[in-house]
């Protein structure tokens, strides 16, 4: 099992910044990608952006630009740094680890919240 505790939520203005944080611990030697999805009220999850045990990055087309995902050396904690933040990106944002064989994990999430 994987446990992930997100931290790093919030109420900003628009055109602020926001860190994401997300630090797993349990069985993490195999994890291959790690990332963001975010749901706002009524709507899907989304994907924001993952990053890759070879560090690859993928980013929504909505985020680019705005918002970088990194990870620590120890590859056991994943940061979205999110800028120039705009109302449509208030969200929860859920921290996702997927380990070999795409086994996922899921964070309880953390509220973002933008306002105009």
């Known amino acids: 099992q994987v446990q992930l505790v997100e931290s790093g939520g919030g109420l900003v203005q628009a055109g602020g910044s926001l860190r994401l944080s997300c630090k797993a611990s349990g069985s993490i030697f195999d994890i291959n990608t790690m990332g963001w999805h975010r749901q706002a009220p009524g709507q899907q999850r989304d994907l924001v952006a993952t990053i890759t045990s070879d560090g690859s990055t993928n980013y929504a087309d909505s985020v680019k630009g705005r918002f970088t995902i990194s990870r620590d050396n120890a590859k056991t904690t994943v940061y979205l740094q999110m800028n120039s933040l705009k109302p449509e990106d208030t969200a929860v944002y859920y921290c996702?680890?997927?380990?070999?064989?795409?086994?996922?994990?899921w964070g309880k999430g953390t509220l973002v919240t933008v306002s105009s």
């Open positions: 996702l680890v997927v380990r070999r064989y795409g086994r996922e994990f």
